[in-house]
């Protein structure tokens, strides 16, 4: 709803979020193989009078495991952008739960693409009034480019105005 009351009209809505491909049950299930193929190399280590490569090898699950735990936390970051007919709003939750909003008139915003010839679209921009806030870094080169052209088209029915049809 707007400060008047008048119901507002979704143009465009997107939540976007890291993809990460390896599960929970994956993670530990690679945890599991590692740990055992570590033990074993490290027993044989051991049974050859190599005692302390034991130790390394407890190391590098552990750093192994650091890793991915590191990777799952960014993962909770996510970026929300919707349009409507009187506001673009782009809102950004950090892996740490920090939130930062970026409102702007959707009239005065555009698009700007960075495009590489042989990867595609590397980058997306929001531009307006001399401030630029990059978008979708989370989407890899194809969708971006569709995001873009979805983005787009909401941003031009912003301008055109909403039809209302009784």
């Given at each position: 709803?707007?400060?008047?009351?008048?119901?507002?009209?979704?143009?465009?809505?997107a939540m976007l979020t890291p993809h990460r491909s390896l599960s929970n049950t994956g993670f530990?299930?690679?945890?599991?193989?590692?740990?055992?193929?570590?033990?074993?190399?490290g027993m044989a280590f051991w049974l050859l009078g190599a005692w302390p490569v034991m130790g390394f090898f407890g190391l590098d699950i552990l750093a192994v495991?650091?890793?991915?735990?590191?990777?799952?936390?960014?993962?909770?970051?996510?970026?929300?952008?919707?349009?409507?007919?009187?506001?673009?709003?782009?809102?950004?939750?950090?892996?740490?739960?920090?939130?930062?909003?970026?409102?702007?008139?959707?009239?005065?915003?555009?698009?700007?693409?960075?495009?590489?010839?042989?990867?595609?679209?590397?980058?997306?921009?929001?531009?307006?009034?001399?401030?630029?806030?990059?978008?979708?870094?989370?989407?890899?080169?194809?969708?971006?480019?569709?995001?873009?052209?979805?983005?787009?088209?909401?941003?031009?029915?912003?301008?055109?105005?909403?039809?209302?049809?009784?």
């Amino acid at each position: 709803m707007t400060s008047l009351g008048e119901p507002t009209t979704q143009l465009f809505s997107a939540m976007l979020t890291p993809h990460r491909s390896l599960s929970n049950t994956g993670f530990w299930a690679l945890m599991v193989f590692l740990s055992v193929v570590s033990f074993s190399a490290g027993m044989a280590f051991w049974l050859l009078g190599a005692w302390p490569v034991m130790g390394f090898f407890g190391l590098d699950i552990l750093a192994v495991y650091w890793a991915f735990k590191l990777n799952f936390r960014s993962a909770r970051a996510s970026e929300e952008i919707s349009v409507t007919a009187s506001e673009l709003r782009v809102r950004r939750i950090g892996h740490r739960g920090h939130v930062v909003d970026w409102v702007a008139n959707p009239l005065w915003v555009r698009i700007e693409q960075k495009v590489d010839a042989g990867y595609g679209v590397e980058k997306l921009y929001l531009v307006t009034r001399g401030r630029r806030l990059g978008v979708a870094s989370f989407l890899g080169p194809a969708e971006k480019a569709s995001f873009a052209k979805a983005l787009a088209g909401a941003l031009e029915a912003a301008r055109r105005g909403l039809l209302h049809n009784p």
